[in-house]
Structure formats: structure tokens, C-alpha cells
């Protein structure tokens, strides 16, 4: 049976012993009641998987003995979804769910021309990412960046990480699907647009800076399920890759 995993915030490698937060604490010895010798597993989010012991069962700091410490090696090929935040908060929260158990890299929310909500609570959003990755037993959690404006996106340096660009909406046009594009010798980047699409200004702006038009089927999606769609696809054809390298 796995072992209970935690997250930590920060982590020095340095120390032999870690104080748990609270909230942590309490789930430890209140819910799972755990106690002084019991083992489980805790990760920063950034690589580092660690097997603890129990020094300490308090119910408002446990603290906690580092037994071994793996260091998980991070995915060569990287996935990242770009897309609008959505009118019901609950279906982005759905989306970033999702996203983080299947391994995407990196979430960048947008404001498009059409986006019709643009609330973000960015610690509830990072709690989320958090949990999803303790359920998927993971140890790399995604990047969440800070919605930013459609247009200023083409600005960010860390777009030129990834090789293969993007862009699915639902205007006629000599589409191909994404499914026939993918390469997993590089990492890659998507965008998905609001309920109402992408203008054609925005498609037309991503076209000029390198992203390809792509469809993902032959049905309309609501965002969230094209930014699941595409991001499956691309996870697996990555994960068939590694499996064969």
C-alpha cells in the first residue's frame, strides 16, 4: 500500500528534520491517525520525493524525520496549455485539475477579446495544482502563471522553449488536426480560446508569430474539454515516446 503523500512549500536539502504546516499536521495525526515511527511521503512540487518518520505527532506541527530522499528526474518534453479563463470557474477549476494528473507542464490563463470573466484567485487555483498532484502521485507540480492579455502573450520569453506552436479554434478554414502533428522530439504549446473562440484578429496574431491553426476533432468543444483533448493527446504521444527512447 503507497504510503500518505504531503506537500512541503520549501524544502532545504540540508535538513535532517522538517516541521509540517498545520493543515498537513492535522490530516497526519487527526484524520490518519498517525503516529510516532509511521512513515510517509512528501514532495516540494520541484523534483524532490522524500520518505519521512514520524519524530513528533502533534495535531498543529508535526515534525517529521527525512529517511531518503529521490530525486525524480523532470519530463524532457514539456507540455503547456494556454487558455482563456472561463464564465464558470468551477469548469477552469475542473481543467486544472485534470491538466496537473495528466502531467502538463505549464498553465498560462489568458484574457482574450472575448473572455468574459477575469476573476482568478490565484491561491485557491495553486491549491488545486497542489492536490491533484498528491492525488496523481507526482512530484512535479505545473506552473500557474498570472492571467495575462492575449496580446502580451507573444512577448514572453518562455514561449521559445517550445518547438511546436498551436492554435485550435473553430473558424472554416484548411485545418489539420492536431493528432497527425505532433512530435515528441520537442516540447510543445497550445492555445485554447474562450466560449465565445478566438477572433480573427487572435488567430491571425498567433499565426504571425509561428503558431499553426489546428483542429481537434470533428465535434465543437466547450475550453475546457478542447484544453483536455489537446493536452491528452499531446501527454501520450510523449509518454509513447519515452517509453521507446
Keep these: 500500500m503507497a504510503l500518505p503523500f504531503f506537500y512541503i512549500d520549501k524544502y532545504d536539502a540540508s535538513a535532517k528534520e522538517i516541521m509540517l504546516e498545520e493543515e498537513s499536521s492535522r490530516h497526519i495525526v487527526q484524520v490518519l491517525r498517525m503516529s510516532v515511527g ?8 520541484r523534483g524532490n520525493l522524500l520518505t519521512a518518520s514520524i519524530a513528533e505527532a502533534h495535531k498543529k506541527h508535526c515534525r517529521v524525520k527525512v529517511e531518503e530522499r529521490v530525486r525524480v528526474k523532470e ?12 464564465k464558470n470557474a468551477s469548469r477552469f477549476e475542473w481543467f486544472l485539475e485534470k491538466a496537473t494528473e495528466i502531467g502538463v507542464a505549464e498553465v498560462i490563463p489568458l484574457i482574450c477579446a472575448r473572455t468574459e470573466k ?11 495544482l497542489v492536490s491533484a498532484m498528491l492525488q496523481s502521485q507526482q512530484c512535479w507540480l505545473p506552473v500557474l502563471h498570472e492571467p495575462v492579455a492575449y496580446a502580451l502573450l507573444f512577448r514572453q520569453e518562455d514561449l521559445q522553449v517550445y518547438s511546436q506552436k498551436w492554435i485550435a479554434h473553430c473558424e472554416e478554414d484548411n ?10 522530439e520537442h516540447s510543445q504549446i497550445i492555445l485554447i480560446g474562450p466560449e465565445g473562440d478566438f477572433t480573427s484578429d ?44
Design 38 to 45: 509511521d512513515l510517509l511521503n512528501l514532495t516540494d512540487g
Design 75 to 86: 519530463r524532457s518534453r514539456k507540455v503547456a496549455i494556454g487558455i482563456s479563463l472561463l
Design 118 to 128: 477575469e476573476r482568478f484567485r490565484q491561491e485557491r487555483m495553486q491549491a488545486i
Design 202 to 245: 487572435e488567430i491571425q496574431s498567433a499565426i504571425g508569430h509561428q503558431f499553426m491553426p489546428v483542429a481537434l476533432g470533428e465535434n465543437r468543444l466547450r475550453s475546457e474539454t478542447a484544453g483536455m483533448v489537446a493536452a491528452t493527446l499531446l501527454i501520450m504521444q510523449n509518454n509513447k515516446r519515452e517509453r521507446e527512447s
Design 175 to 184: 485545418k489539420e488536426q492536431l493528432g497527425g502533428l505532433i512530435s515528441s
